[in-house]
């Protein structure tokens, strides 16, 4: 039997040599009613129960638990937890609050183990909650805390699903790698959630009047230049220097 730690060594090892798999399946989408969803059948699946240095939490109980991944997916998913640990300066990560990973339905990434929902986070310095459904609207200091983990995970999954998606996304953030891959994301002003990503960042961290509508229009072009200006960034947006600065920076705070 493979184990977890060989499992995820050898993931970390392609993400950290550009060597992975790099695969990015079709779209799954989400059921309609009008056809059958697509489902798939999973490759090898590892056990965890931690992300980086921190225990996984079941949301519905708050006990410890163990899911399954797909170990590369799970590589690229510890990978965020060191970032976001570094980018937050809330120190070590203590708990990973999550609903699922490996979910066996179709029509959803879950179904693969290539996708997780996170709905809180606790450090040594302090934690984030993700559940707009218990403190929406929200505070300031909220509000900049989930827009500031939102970037650090839209810089490693370009399929991060929020609380303005829509109500069902109002108790966590969705991720999964149906785009990106195994690598890090890249930003496509056409994606409806990253240009979300940018304007609610740009109000709620950097406190710029950014009305959230959706399109990467004159407004948010502009708010984008004064947030590039304050953390001394040159490369554009539509880079992937210039869009992994911006999430950083927004991470940051």
Same mark, same amino acid.
């Given at each position: ?5 060989a499992?995820?060594? &050898? ?6 040599? $550009?060597? #992975? ?28 129960? &931690? ?16 899911? *399954? ?8 998913l510890?990978? %965020? ?9 809330? #120190? ?10 490996? @979910?066996d339905?179709?029509g959803?990434?879950? *179904?693969?183990?290539? &996708? ?5 986070? &606790?450090?040594?310095? $302090?934690? @984030? ?6 403190? $929406? ?37 969705? =991720? ?6 195994d690598?890090l ?12 990503? @940018? ?5 709620? =961290? ?21 947030? *590039? ?13 210039? %869009? ?10």
């Open positions: 039997m493979t184990t977890r730690r499992l995820l060594t &050898a993931a970390s090892l392609a993400l950290l040599t $550009g060597c #992975g798999r790099n695969t990015v399946l079709e779209p799954l989408g989400e059921p309609d009613g009008r056809a059958a969803p697509t489902c798939r059948t999973p490759g090898d699946l590892v056990a965890f129960d &931690a992300v980086a240095t921190g225990t996984l939490l079941y949301d519905e109980t708050g006990a410890p638990t163990t899911m *399954q991944s797909d170990p590369a997916f799970l590589a690229r510890e990978a %965020w937890a060191a970032d976001w640990a570094e980018l937050s300066g809330l #120190g070590a990560i203590r708990t990973v609050t999550s609903f699922g990973a490996y @979910v339905k179709c959803s990434y879950h *179904q693969v183990g290539r &996708a997780f929902d996170i709905s809180a986070i &606790a450090h040594d310095r $302090g934690e @984030v909650s993700l559940r707009f459904d218990r403190w $929406g609207p929200g505070s300031s200091t909220q509000l900049r805390d989930y827009w500031r983990l939102a970037a650090s995970l839209h810089l490693h999954f370009s399929y991060t699903l929020a609380y303005p998606y829509d109500a069902a996304h109002h108790n966590h953030i969705h =991720v999964d790698n149906a785009v990106s891959g690598g994301s890249t930003f496509n002003r056409r994606s409806g959630t990253q240009v979300q990503l @940018v304007q609610y960042a740009c109000r709620h =961290v950097f406190g710029h009047d950014v009305e959230p509508t959706g399109d990467y229009d004159d407004q948010t072009r502009d708010a984008v230049r004064r947030v *590039q200006s304050m953390a001394d960034l040159t490369s554009p947006l539509a880079t992937p220097e210039g %869009w992994r600065g911006f999430l950083r920076a927004v991470a940051r705070g």
